[in-house]
């Protein structure tokens, strides 16, 4: 149900079954209170599933996140209006439990850029408030790693790198929008996932093994490395770390011989100017899909 979404709404959001599991059985989700599906006999036609972490974004606010879809032939029945009216209280309950006394909000990616998605949520009070453009990079043309400064070197993310990582991710994404520090627990679910592929990733430590910089790649999709997360310390900014992480991951995803594009998605208004990065690295957007919120009242 979720790759017929993907494919026929062209979103490219494909799963394999393993990694959808993950994500029914992550830490804070109750799947029997959290996710809806409408069967037509035999058949899956509808689903949505809604999600909260448990600390607040870097505005102080609670957030909750919905998603799903509905089968294409099954469309312009109001299914996903339905959904909507049972997900929506259940994602408001959420943040309320989980950051009582905060302003919030409901989140949903709307898919595509004038997607039927984007026009039922309108319709419901949403509004557009962000654009991921996709980027791609075929696997040819790679350019030799640069140098680093003197006391940082590059590596491959180990066990004994999971909290140094995610210390890092959560400094380094403390002004990016929506953002918010990741707990333990949901990090490590990302760490040890079924399509984290550590020998594509790199980091860039100091002689002390902080992480200053990361590129964190998965396998979504075979024969397609995707990178998860891009990030440097702010003090480490303006350096070339991050280019220079991605020229090694790029470089690693040729070695392995497994892969033939490598990709990302980058929020079109990124305070670092991160999209001229991929550019320059060869990226070229393949497709933008848009972030749709609504603010929950007090």
Do not use: K
């Amino acid at each position: 149900m979720v790759n017929h979404v993907a494919e026929v709404d062209g979103t490219e959001e494909f799963y394999q079954p393993e990694d959808l599991a993950e994500e029914l059985t992550g830490h804070g989700v109750d799947p029997a209170r959290d996710t809806w599906a409408v069967w037509a006999g035999e058949e899956l036609v509808a689903w949505t599933a809604v999600g909260c972490p448990t600390t607040p974004d870097h505005e102080g606010h609670g957030r909750a996140h919905l998603e799903g879809g509905v089968r294409l032939d099954h469309r312009g029945r109001g299914l996903g209006r339905a959904l909507m009216d049972a997900a929506e209280p259940r994602a408001a309950q959420l943040v309320s439990e989980r950051h009582p006394g905060r302003p919030g909000h409901l989140s949903v990616g709307a898919g595509l850029v004038g997607s039927s998605a984007q026009a039922m949520l309108r319709s419901r009070g949403y509004a557009d408030v962000r654009w991921f453009d996709m980027l791609a990079r075929p696997l040819d043309g790679v350019p030799e790693i640069p140098q680093v400064p003197a006391g940082v070197r590059l590596t491959a993310p180990g066990p004994e790198h999971e909290d140094a990582v995610r210390e890092a991710h959560n400094l380094a994404f403390r002004d990016h929008w929506g953002s918010g520090p990741v707990a333990p627990e949901p990090w490590h679910e990302r760490w040890v996932a079924r399509s984290a592929r550590p020998s594509l990733s790199t980091l860039a430590v100091d002689e002390e093994g902080r992480v200053l910089s990361y590129v964190l790649v998965g396998e979504w999709v075979e024969r397609h490395a995707y990178v998860n997360l891009v990030g440097t310390v702010p003090a480490w900014r303006g350096r070339g770390l991050a280019a220079t992480c991605l020229v090694r991951t790029i470089r690693q995803s040729v070695d392995a011989g497994s892969y033939d594009v490598i990709e990302l998605d980058v929020d079109s208004d990124s305070p670092t100017g991160a999209t001229r990065l991929y550019e320059r690295l060869g990226f070229r957007r393949t497709l933008q899909t848009v972030a749709m919120r609504r603010a929950l009242p007090l």
